[in-house]
């Protein structure tokens, strides 16, 4: 199993742009994929990026652009660069992992992103 720890979020304005970071407690190489998602009030959790161990990117269409995911592998840290950001944007944001030889994912607490219009 994987802690994982989220910061960064926060409030801002409409335009702004937020770093989101998520540090892991084991080797980020022993990880297959990690990624964030987003879930906000009355709706269901959502990929937004991920990025796999080969350094594959996915996004979301609607952050497509926007949004940039990396990752420090000496950090064991993934982030979330979030740049334009709308109100539509506002959620809680939470990190997640799959390990190598595992089906479940791990996740971590969330933080809350609240952008202002």
């Known amino acids: 199993q994987v802690q994982l720890v989220e910061s960064g979020g926060g409030l801002v304005q409409a335009g702004g742009s937020l770093r989101l970071s998520c540090a892991a407690s084991?080797?980020?190489?022993?990880?297959?994929?990690m990624g964030w998602y987003r879930q906000a009030p009355g709706k269901q959790r959502e990929l937004v990026a991920d990025?796999?161990?080969?350094?594959?990117?996915n996004y979301a269409d609607s952050v497509k652009g926007r949004f940039a995911i990396s990752r420090d592998n000496a950090q064991n840290t993934v982030y979330l660069q979030m740049n334009s950001l709308k109100p539509e944007d506002t959620a809680v944001y939470y990190c997640?992992?799959?390990?190598?030889?595992?089906?479940?994912?791990?996740w971590g607490q969330g933080t809350q992103v609240t952008v202002a219009s």
């Open positions: 990025i796999r161990s080969d350094g594959t990117t």
């Open positions: 084991r080797t980020i190489f022993s990880i297959r994929v």
């Open positions: 997640n992992c799959y390990m190598w030889g595992r089906s479940s994912a791990d």
